[in-house]
């Protein structure tokens, strides 16, 4: 089920983009060559926002539910059509539902210990988070022994450090505000948004 996130490098993430400019935000992401979207659910509206992405992008775009905390947020996220399940801390139960109803589950993850136990549990691919506090060699270093596990990282990532986390083994990188810049979605400055995708796909690819 992992295999719907090959070769996807950059996960942009949608949080507390306002519901009225989410349709736009997300076609800006396509625009500059985006394939999978994340969208948390302390964003209002959350849920009605991914019903509507995978309703109206799901040919173009894999739909996420990121700040997945609870098994009743998992449920609701995959019922609404998230292809994928992100959450900033590891809980197995969660693991578990999201598994259970075939959808990837990504949790987070900080140390090899919560890497392996997720492994255990059937987590592919975990997401270090927050990455910043970490850095790309942690993951290097990491990935020796636990070279069975991908990694996605999260947290503080910017077009100017995105690469390194890439080479160093990781396998995707999340991006929130400095991607999604605020001001660029207050003004909606759409074509700004899609040539930024476009820089940050170039530099990393």
Not at 115 to 127: L, N
Not at 149 to 174: C, D, F, H, N, P
Request: proline share 4%; charged share 20%; hydrophobic share 45%.
């Amino acid at each position: 089920m992992y295999t719907i996130l090959n070769d996807i490098n950059l996960i942009p993430v949608l949080r507390k983009v306002p519901y009225e400019k989410s349709e736009e935000v997300i076609r800006a992401l396509i625009d500059g060559g985006i394939r999978a979207i994340e969208i948390t659910l302390d964003t209002v509206k959350a849920i009605e926002m991914i019903q509507q992405a995978k309703e109206q992008f799901g040919h173009q775009v894999l739909v996420g539910a990121g700040t997945v905390l609870t098994v009743s947020q998992c449920e609701e996220a995959i019922q609404a059509g998230a292809q994928f399940i992100v959450s900033p801390s590891l809980n197995l139960e969660v693991v578990k539902y999201a598994l259970s109803a075939n959808i990837p589950v990504i949790p987070g993850v900080f140390t090899p210990s919560e890497m392996q136990t997720a492994y255990a549990a059937g987590a592919e691919t975990v997401k270090l988070f927050p990455a910043s506090s970490l850095g790309p060699k942690f993951i290097k270093d990491v990935k020796g022994p636990l070279a069975h596990i991908q990694i996605m990282t999260t947290g503080g990532i910017s077009i100017e450090t995105a690469k390194s986390y890439l080479e160093a083994g990781a396998m995707a990188v999340g991006a929130g505000s400095d991607l999604l810049k605020k001001e660029w979605i207050q003004k909606n400055e759409w074509v700004l948004l899609a040539k930024e995708v476009k820089a940050w796909l170039e530099v990393i690819k």
